[in-house]
C-alpha cells in the first residue's frame, strides 16, 4: 500500500510509457564508443551550467571552465557593457591558451581589464577583441578586426550561467530548459550567496554518478549508520517513496519529504544537530521566508522537505525545505571517470552561530557524498565485466529510466544526423 | 600557537584543533585517533553553547582573533563529531578510496 498516490496508470514509470517498464543495460555507462559520441551529440549539442553570476561581480571579473568532454576551454567573464561573455580560451595567434595561472590544464578565476596571451602579448578587451599585436608591422596585410576571440553562446537563466558549444542550435537557454525550470523562476538564488563547494574525481561513468543521486531508494540502506539505531531500523523498514516524479522532455525530477528540519523526535538525530540545530537537510531554523515557485514541491505536500531537478545532460538542482539549495555538476573525463562538483548555497549567515549551522550542513554532506562516490567505483568495475547485463528498475527509479533512454536517444538521433549528412557523398562516390 | 578567549582557557590543551581551513581539519581528523578525538569531543562539545553564546556578541566577519580561533576549533568539532558520535572510526565508511576537496569556503 503506498503512502503517496501515484498517477492512474498505477506507477509513475507507466504514467511515462516510452520509458517501459522491462530491464535495462547500463552498455551506455561501459561502452568507450558510446562516450564519444555523446561528447558530440550531448555535449557539443545541448546547455551547460558553468556557473553563477555572483563569480562575475564586476566588469573584468572572470572564469574558466576546463571541458575535457569537449576536449576545451572556456573563459567566462562580464564585459564593460555589462554583458556575461564567453570566448574559446585560445589566443588568435598561434593557439596558446589564454587564460591561466601557473598550470595550463587548471582553471582560474579573477579580475582584469583585458586579456593578454603569455606568449606573445597580444592583448583582447573583455568583449573579446584583439586591441594589441607584439611588433603589428611584422605581419601581412593583418586587421585585428579579423581576430577577435571565438565565441561560445552564453545565456543566463534565474543567474545561472550556460554556454553551449553548438554554434548552430538556435533553441534559447529557457526554451530548453522547459517548464520544470519556468516553474522554478523566482526563487531567491540570488539571495544564497554562501557558498561552500567540494569536487571529487569520480571513478565511474557521469551517468552511474547521476543515477546515485536522483533516486532515495538507496537511503535508508547504504546511509543507514548516519541516523540514530532506531531511526535507522524505522527507515529500513518503512522504504523510500517519493512525494512525485515530474518529467518534462529530457529534464526530470524528484519531490522527496523530509522529517529532519527540525525533527518530530530530538532522539532521532545526533547530539551535535540537537545542539546546533542543524543536520543534512539543513539549518532547522529558516534565514527567510519563500513563497515556493509551482516546480517545487508540485505534490503541496506538508511533509515536503526537498526537491531534486535533474537539468539534462549534467546539472542538478536541489531545493531544501529548510531556505537553501546545492547544485551537482558531473564532468566526464573518460567513460569511466568524471569530476564531481557539489556546491551547497546558503543565505549569508548573520552570526557565528548560523555559521557552524551551515558548517554542520556542508561536512554532512560530504560525509554523505563519500559513501556515494566509493559505492559507485565499484558498481562501474562490475558493469565492465559484462557478467551481467540486464538490470531491473523499480517506479523509485524512474528517473535512471530517463537519463539513461535521453542518453541513448541524444546519440542516436545524432547518428542519423551524421548518416544522414554522409549520404550524398557515399551516393556520388 | 591560537590563543582562546580566557573564559575559553579550559579548551587551551586543544588549541592545535584551531585550524582555519577544512582540508587542515580534515586532514587532522583523519591522523588523529579515536583516544584523541573523543578527548577532544569530551572537552569541547558540552562548551559547545557557551562558545556560541560568546561568539554571539560579535559581528561574524569582526571576530578579535582569539575569538576566530574558537570558532575554528568549533568547525573542527563539527568535523569530528561524525567519527566521535557515528562511525567510531576516523574515516566514513565504505568510502574506501573516495576522496572529495573543499575548493570553495567561505572566508570566515
Known amino acids: 500500500m503506498p503512502h503517496f498516490p501515484k498517477p492512474a496508470e498505477g506507477s509513475w514509470t507507466e504514467h511515462y510509457p516510452y520509458l517501459g517498464t522491462g530491464p ?163 526563487y531567491p538564488f540570488d539571495q544564497m550567496t554562501q557558498v561552500f563547494k567540494y569536487r571529487a574525481e569520480v571513478g565511474a561513468n557521469w551517468k552511474l554518478f547521476i ?22 531500523q524505522k527507515l529500513s523498514q518503512v522504504g523510500y517513496e517519493a512525494l512525485a516524479y515530474e518529467i518534462d522532455g529530457p529534464h526530470g525530477m524528484v519531490s522527496s519529504w523530509g522529517g529532519m528540519s527540525p525533527p518530530k523526535d530530538l532522539d532521532m538525530v545526533k547530539p551535535i544537530e540537537r545542539v546546533l540545530r542543524s543536520g543534512l537537510f539543513g539549518p532547522w531554523d529558516r534565514p527567510i521566508e519563500i513563497d515556493l515557485p509551482p516546480s517545487v514541491n508540485p505534490a503541496r505536500s506538508p511533509v515536503w522537505g526537498i526537491d531534486s531537478f535533474l537539468f539534462f545532460p549534467n546539472f ?53 557524498a563519500l559513501q556515494d562516490g566509493n559505492t559507485l567505483e565499484a558498481t562501474q568495475t562490475m558493469l565492465e ?14 528517473l535512471l529510466r530517463l537519463l539513461h533512454h535521453t542518453a541513448r536517444e541524444y546519440v542516436a538521433d545524432y547518428q542519423r544526423q551524421q548518416s544522414g549528412a554522409l549520404a550524398p557523398v557515399g551516393a556520388t562516390s | 600557537m591560537a590563543t582562546l578567549p580566557g573564559a575559553f582557557a579550559d579548551l587551551e590543551p586543544f588549541s592545535d584543533w584551531c585550524l582555519e581551513f577544512e582540508h587542515e581539519r580534515y586532514a587532522k581528523r583523519l591522523s588523529s585517533n579515536m583516544e584523541e578525538m573523543q578527548a577532544f569531543y569530551d572537552a ?65
Open chain 1, 24 to 186: 535495462v543495460t547500463y552498455e551506455d555507462s561501459i561502452s568507450p564508443e558510446h562516450y564519444e559520441l555523446e561528447r558530440k551529440a550531448i555535449f557539443g549539442r545541448t546547455w551547460l551550467n558553468v556557473g553563477r553570476v555572483e563569480q562575475l561581480p564586476r566588469v573584468g571579473s572572470y572564469f574558466t571552465r576546463e571541458l575535457d568532454v569537449a576536449r576545451t576551454s572556456v573563459v567566462v567573464v562580464r564585459s564593460a557593457d555589462d554583458q556575461v561573455r564567453a570566448f574559446y580560451n585560445m589566443c588568435r595567434h598561434r593557439g596558446n591558451k589564454l587564460v591561466w595561472q601557473d598550470y595550463p590544464a587548471e582553471e582560474t578565476s579573477g579580475a582584469c581589464r583585458q586579456f593578454t596571451c603569455k606568449y606573445h602579448g597580444w592583448r583582447y578587451n573583455l568583449e573579446g577583441d584583439l586591441t594589441f599585436v607584439q611588433q603589428e608591422p611584422e605581419f601581412f596585410d593583418l586587421d585585428k578586426a579579423d581576430y577577435g576571440l571565438a565565441p561560445v553562446r552564453v545565456e543566463t537563466w534565474e543567474g545561472f550561467i550556460f554556454v553551449n558549444l553548438d554554434a548552430t542550435d538556435t533553441t534559447p537557454l529557457r526554451d530548453y530548459l522547459g517548464e520544470l525550470a519556468k516553474g522554478l523562476e523566482g
Open chain 1, 385 to 398: 565485466s559484462r557478467a551481467v547485463t540486464q538490470f531491473p528498475l523499480g517506479d523509485q527509479e524512474i
Open chain 1, 316 to 368: 542538478m538542482l536541489l531545493v531544501w525545505a529548510p531556505n537553501w539549495y546545492l547544485t551537482y555538476h558531473y564532468w566526464p573525463t573518460s567513460y569511466n571517470t568524471h569530476i564531481f562538483e557539489g556546491t551547497l548555497y546558503f543565505v549569508p549567515p548573520r552570526n557565528s552561530r548560523e555559521r557552524l549551522q551551515q558548517e554542520l550542513a556542508a561536512v554532512t554532506f560530504k560525509e554523505y
Open chain 2, 44 to 108: 569541547a562539545f558540552p562548551r559547545l553553547e557557551a562558545a556560541m553564546e560568546y561568539l554571539d556578541q560579535y559581528e561574524l566577519g569582526a571576530l578579535p582573533d582569539d575569538a576566530q580561533h574558537l570558532l575554528w576549533l568549533c568547525y573542527s568539532l563539527v568535523n569530528v563529531s561524525f567519527p566521535v558520535e557515528v562511525w567510531r572510526q576516523p574515516y566514513v565508511p565504505d568510502s574506501g578510496a573516495a576522496a572529495m576537496d573543499v575548493v570553495v569556503e567561505p572566508a570566515v
Open chain 1, 211 to 232: 543515477d546515485a543521486f536522483t533516486e532515495f531508494y538507496h537511503a535508508p540502506i547504504l546511509h543507514a549508520k548516519q541516523a540514530t539505531s532506531a531511526e535507522s
